[in-house]
């Protein structure tokens, strides 16, 4: 990692924030022997923060402290894997270890809870939101601790995975090698963490929100062409257009309005918004890229390693049930093929490699038709490539690598194009 383009300080904007605080000694942990159930209480002094918890037992050969793992604490209730709020009174959490960790006995000083107070703004690795809004959010350490685990048909329906991508401080490398003119490679730097989804927004996940949040949007709750299947409700949406998304890509106009995120309160994340009280939009192409690379500089995965039928959906004749094909090193699915996700950046077909700190991308589209002298001036970058792709030697078509890039008018409407959500990396 470089320094030299991170030309701000991230001490004063972490020094904005105070740090919570639980004290360790004051931590209880007891079980009712008729149940099984476990009661932990603790304090939390300074100010709000994400609790979780870690169960640890001690190891008799080594007499070290050991985490049971996160697969053995799913069932935990109360005052943990959420935004707590601070004050004098003590937090309670519940853990059926009866069926978490069945025939071990937790008396005599074997088993501690271990309470962690993350700050605000830096929240654990996972945050699940309930596209319902009858759940909330909750936040995990490890993906092996989330309930059922991730590849669940919940977690492709109902809940949305995010994961955080540790991008604050970095300073790395996008586009591609060849100097290829769409994608030239130019130096980026990140300022902060933000939260991603795994999974590429499903049916299913779009018709819970539709539904929980009152929306009247064109093509209603299941807007998409593959919907009549079994598994269509685990399949991207699509059909849907950049403006309904977000709202008139005229008015609420990334990067030149006011607030920077603003959506139309009346579009699909508009409502969203205030369902689940996220700031949910679409990443940015670098934020986009930077995932889908895994802090790697490789290409694709297909490039390290694996074939291109590893790694995505192409030249096929409809979507697929997301999270099928192999996810990247920090757990994406989809990012090459099965639909194309729009990113926040305006299409420039020859954009100049600025290095730059948090591209915004430019402040309009242009592109001049070279048969035609037609100008476009208001197409959004799209990333990842789609199904119809057609592969070329075994490998699928330029736009659909790590660095590729193509566009879409944002009124377009069509069954190859969706959406992947991002919010920044602030507990809610």
Known sequence: MKTGLLAISLVAALAAFAVPRVDQDDVSISENMNTRKVTITYRLDDEP????????????ETGAWESIGG????????????????????????????????????????????VTAWATNAPPDWMIVDMAGQKGISYYVTEEAIPFGVSNSLYKTRYLVMRKVPAAGVEWRMGIEDNYPKSR???????????LAIYELTQGQYSNAYVAAGMNITGGAVPSDFKNDADSPMRPVERITFNEFRGDASVYDWPNSTPLHGVDPDSFLGKLRELSGVEF???????????????????????????????GWFDTNRTFEVGIKMKNAWGFCDMHGNIDEYCLDYWVY????????????PDEGYEQNTKTG???????VIRGGNWLEIKTAGVALDHASAGGRYREFPGNR???????????AIAR
């Open 350 to 361: 020859d954009p100049p490699p600025v290095d730059a700190i948090d591209p915004a991308g």
């Open 71 to 114: 697969t053995r604490m799913a069932n935990m209730s109360g005052d943990v894997n959420k935004l707590v709020q601070n004050g004098a009174s003590r937090k309670t959490v519940e853990w059926r270890a009866d069926r978490d960790w069945p025939d071990q006995d937790i008396r005599g000083g074997k088993v501690r809870a271990v």
């Open 185 to 195: 490679m130019h130096q980026v730097a990140f300022t902060e963490d933000y939260y």
């Open 414 to 424: 069509y069954n190859l194009h969706g959406f992947r959500l991002w919010c920044p």
């Open 374 to 380: 037609e100008i476009y001036r208001n197409r959004r």
């Open 281 to 311: 939009d679409l990443p940015t192409e670098a934020q986009w890229e930077y995932a889908c690379r895994a802090g790697s500089y490789g290409r694709d995965m297909y490039y390290e390693g694996y074939s291109w039928r590893d790694s």
């Open 49 to 60: 923060a994400v609790i979780t918890i870690d169960i640890q037992t001690n190891n008799t």
